[in-house]
């Protein structure tokens, strides 16, 4: 079974600039979320898709983050414009049901995308 | 905002030893997941707990949730140099008995292992 597969897998840009991040999630999995990871913290969930729904998008930085899941497979993040804060590793992660008994599901997380903004 | 606090941030021992990490909350969580991440990678699930006072075991990780379901530990005997990893704590906060896959992380612990 392919894994959650993410692109690019290291970017740079200079402040201001825009950048985006490509997702690709494990086949039949309905649920797909991104993460930011700053160096030395735990993931952050930016925002959870069900199929092409939005479920929470409440971390999300809405005035320069943002995301869509076109058809419910493929998922990208943009960010315009980037900020120094936002040099990161960005997470996507997927699961086969959004909604569940508690514990009866598991995340599979893509390798990330590291960003740095110089 | 419920907040998971993990310690210690920083292990550095010797293979053969043992080792303890801790996740802590103010807060109940209905589930609690530990995470095991490698450099240049994603987590990777390494167990979840869901009934408070629970333990359970992975070959030489030791895993428990605490009575009131607000704190874990993870213990790893006689270490080797391939645990090394940063270990994340999550929790799910969803009330009730249905969880809709919204965690909250810890900062992780960074172990490393000497051989």
């Known amino acids: 079974e392919a894994g959650v597969a993410q692109s690019p897998r290291y970017k740079i840009i200079e402040k201001r600039q825009s950048v985006a991040f490509w997702c690709n999630p494990i086949?039949?999995?309905?649920?797909l979320y991104w993460y930011q990871q700053i160096l030395g913290q735990g993931p952050k969930l930016l925002i959870q898709?069900?199929?092409?729904?939005?479920?929470?998008d409440s971390q999300l930085p809405k005035d320069r983050f943002s995301a869509e899941r076109l058809k419910g497979v493929d998922s990208t993040l943009k960010i315009q414009p980037a900020k120094l804060e936002d040099s990161a590793v960005y997470l996507c992660?997927?699961?086969?049901?959004?909604?569940?008994?508690?514990?009866?599901?598991?995340?599979?997380f893509g390798p990330g995308t590291r960003l740095t903004v110089t | 905002t419920q907040l998971l606090e993990q310690s210690p941030q920083f292990l550095s021992i010797q293979e053969g030893e043992n080792l303890t990490v801790y996740c802590n909350s103010s807060s109940v969580f209905s589930s609690l997941q530990w995470y095991r991440q490698e450099p240049g990678e994603g987590p990777v699930l390494l167990v979840t707990v869901v009934t408070g006072g629970e333990v359970k075991k992975l070959k030489r990780l030791t895993f428990q949730f605490g009575d009131a379901r607000k704190d874990s530990s993870l213990h790893i005997t006689a270490a080797q140099p391939g645990d090394t990893g940063l270990y994340l704590c999550a929790g799910d906060s969803n009330a009730g008995g249905t969880s809709y896959g919204k965690l909250t992380f810890g900062q992780g612990t960074i172990l490393t292992v000497h051989p």
């Open positions: 898709f069900q199929n092409n729904g939005v479920v929470d």
């Open positions: 992660a997927s699961s086969l049901q959004g909604v569940g008994p508690r514990g009866s599901y598991e995340q599979y």
């Open positions: 086949s039949g999995h309905a649920t």
